[in-house]
C-alpha cells in the first residue's frame, strides 16, 4: 500500500510540474517574437537615422518603411495567437 500510494504522489507530481514547464512551442513563439521585436526595433533605429541623409519618399526610406509595416504585421499575429 505505501508503495502504491507513493507511486500515486509521483504521478501526481510529475502531472502538476508538466503542467509548469512552458511548451517547447511556447518558448520558440516567445524567442520568435524577440528576435522581430529585435529588428523591428533596429529597422526604426536606421529609418530615424536616416532622416537627416535621406527623404522620406527615398528608395531607402521607402524599403524601411515596408520592412517596418512588416515586420509589425507579423508581430501582431503572433501575438493574437
Not at 11 to 21: D, E, M, P, V, Y
Not at 23 to 43: N, P, Y
Amino acid at each position: 500500500p505505501e508503495v502504491e500510494r507513493l507511486k500515486q504522489r509521483q504521478q501526481g507530481l510529475q502531472a502538476c510540474f508538466a503542467q509548469r514547464q512552458p511548451k517547447d512551442q511556447d518558448l520558440l513563439g516567445a524567442t520568435t517574437v524577440r528576435a522581430i521585436a529585435a529588428q523591428l526595433a533596429e529597422s526604426e533605429s536606421h529609418y530615424t537615422a536616416n532622416q537627416s541623409q535621406y527623404r522620406d519618399d527615398h528608395p531607402v526610406q521607402q524599403q524601411l518603411r515596408a520592412e517596418m509595416a512588416a515586420l509589425r504585421q507579423h508581430l501582431s499575429t503572433l501575438l493574437s495567437l
